[in-house]
């Protein structure tokens, strides 16, 4: 009979043999075979004190933010030493494992290749058991996706947030000022509704008409802190927007639970982060120093007809060589420019959480807020010639100027529940600079990360 006395015994004696074998092969002067590697580096979801005792949880959502790292915009000159970690076949590869290790609810893509996603990922996502919408701009030829599960999710309608062509409403009464280049940049947000299996085992969800998602890759250049900025303003108007128009269009008062992810290449200091997050928003030192100044930066016509390919911004003239200086007072039209678009945010009646800044503090303080007051982890980009945070994941939420002020603070993880109805209850670790070895260390490299960006995971609970 297969006791569970025998089955111990079995395994034990088995323990023993391969044990014998090891120390025959040393005396024999044989190598015992090397452990097999990962192809990539696993990392544990650390969880907020008090979340794993909850004996009955609510509805759980594990929302991914990765910017994957566009094959065509790899050159060598980039990634000099990065060697076969480079190729399509080992990456795609480490990318898809990491998937599947991770196993997230929403995955918010970037930088995802226009010929990869419909010969491979397209392919892949739906063995997995995920739908998925895939956005692209112009001549890019990479884009956005969200990716979700079938049997938790039904997609129901999207909207595209292209940056280039968006201004505000007349009747809002919000003057935005105009962008000053093409970037072919967007942003993409998709409502979903929750499938029958989960209303039905998860009744609380009923309270709400489903999940609005978005994600978005935000103008890439050294100079690039104004675009941003106005960018980011986008975001929060568009997603208002569509609120409001779901709510006309199903035709009832409930609300939705909101989230919005992905790579804003800018830094927790920087005027896009704190604009959303640190409302009402007022640049100043460095802050306003770095729009400012970028204000003087002065775009190629190439950049500015829709022509341009993805690096290329010649300078007609000379250019500012340092993007953040010490001081920089700026002209009185740059200076309006800066007073406008900070005006214009904090006219907006919208905001976004950073779920990192909510709770990577009570879960991995030795890497939270070192660099910065808003309690964000030191970084996750990791390049060849560049280290920072740039990529997020926000809860969006109405915000009156009247009563909030989170200029000088961070929502704390009860906040976020009980105004939200969201619980934040794991975060992905993120790692210290010490982990990632000596240099040359910029990813991506094999057996290590598949892009020069690392995934960011938020688990909530939606209750």
Known sequence: MLTPEYIEEQRRLRELRKQQKRTSNEALGKKSPSPKKDIFIKRPMLALPGTDSLDEPEFRVKIMSYNILAQSLIRRTLFPTNGAALKWPN?????????????AD???LQEVDVIQFKSFWSKEFDKLGYNHKFYSCGTKNHGVAIVFRKDMFIFRYQTVINYDKEDTDPSDNIELPPPRTITQNIGLLAF????????????????RNGLIIGTTHMFWHPFGTFERTRQAFLVLYKYKQFMKTLSTTIGNSKNFYTFFSGDMNSQPYDCPYLSITAKPVSYDSRAKNVITCALSYQYSKRRNSLEVKDGEDAMDKPNPTETEPEFYEGTSEEQKLVKSIQDAHNALDMRAISLYAVGYKQVHPNNSGLDNNRNEPMFSNWANSWRGLLDYIFVISRWDAGKEDLASRVDSPLEVEQNQGIRLVKLLRMPEPKEMGPEPSGQPRLNQYPSDHLCLIAEVELV
């Open 91 to 103: 990456r795609s590869k480490a990318l898809l494992e990491e998937f599947k290790h991770y196993n």
């Open 192 to 207: 979903l509704e929750f499938t029958p299996a989960v209303l039905k085992k998860y009744p609380k969800v009923r309270e």
């Open 106 to 108: 929403i995955l918010c």
